[in-house]
């Protein structure tokens, strides 16, 4: 079965650095998005992208974010400067259109900011 | 009005058991209501969904009641197993105008022996 790649599964980084989590999507989906997921707490949204494009963004996802899909397999989450509230699991999910149900996520990048 | 409340936070029962889950929302625009699965150290998945112009949806062992003019749906699970145990997300959308989904707080269901 098809599957969304994350990686890397963890990241520890100081406080203040930037850091870029990884998605491969699957490669006939086209809606791509990032969720992110504090400890113990519910998933929340961040972002969607469609053709080159952001579509959605949260009130999460301020300046400090972006996102990219740099060549036709990646789609990638940047921190720019990363602070302690930043620590949580980043989920990056796709679908092949633009409908909820079709949503696979991957199995997670656990961030650490330290 | 965004928000998807959901009950109970934590939920243990033996097996063959029947947990129920509740959620209830408050945003009327919502028109998708799946319920998500996640497992630890795994992404949630999507268990069953169900859309506001029926009142029940049945997948298996899983079963999704929805009550419009209450705004609350619960997801059942029958004859629960062990292998069940894990974080259970309701969600909510409106599939015209939003591609993002708005989640409950979660339920960890452990299923014991």
């Known amino acids: 079965e098809p599957e969304v790649t994350q990686t890397p599964s963890h990241q520890v980084t100081q406080m203040g650095q930037e850091v870029i989590l990884r998605c491969v999507p699957i490669?006939?989906?086209?809606?791509f998005y990032w969720y992110r997921q504090i400890l113990g707490q519910k998933v929340e949204f961040l972002v969607s992208?469609?053709?080159?494009?952001?579509?959605?963004k949260s009130e999460i996802f301020d300046d400090q974010f972006s996102v990219e899909r740099p060549d036709g397999s990646n789609f990638t989450l940047k921190i720019r400067s990363t602070k302690l509230e930043d620590s949580a699991m980043y989920f990056c999910?796709?679908?092949?259109?633009?409908?909820?149900?079709?949503?696979?996520f991957g199995s997670g990048t656990r961030l650490t900011v330290v | 009005q965004q928000q998807v409340k959901q009950s109970p936070q934590s939920l243990i029962v033996q097996k063959g058991g029947i947990p129920i889950i509740n959620c209830a929302y408050e945003n009327t625009a919502f028109d998708y209501f799946p319920w998500y699965q996640q497992f630890p150290g795994k992404g949630p998945a999507l268990l069953i969904a169900?859309?506001?112009?029926?009142s029940e949806k049945k997948e298996g062992r899983f079963t999704i009641s929805f009550n419009k003019s209450a705004k609350q749906f619960s997801l059942h699970i029958m004859d629960s197993q062990p292998g069940d145990s894990a974080t259970y997300f309701c969600a909510a959308s409106n599939l015209g105008t939003a591609s993002k989904l708005t989640f409950g707080t979660g339920t960890r269901l452990q299923v014991t022996l």
């Open positions: 169900i859309r506001p112009d029926v």
């Open positions: 490669s006939n989906h086209l809606y």
């Open positions: 992208f469609y053709n080159n494009e952001i579509s959605e």
């Open positions: 999910a796709s679908s092949e259109v633009r409908q909820v149900g079709g949503y696979t």
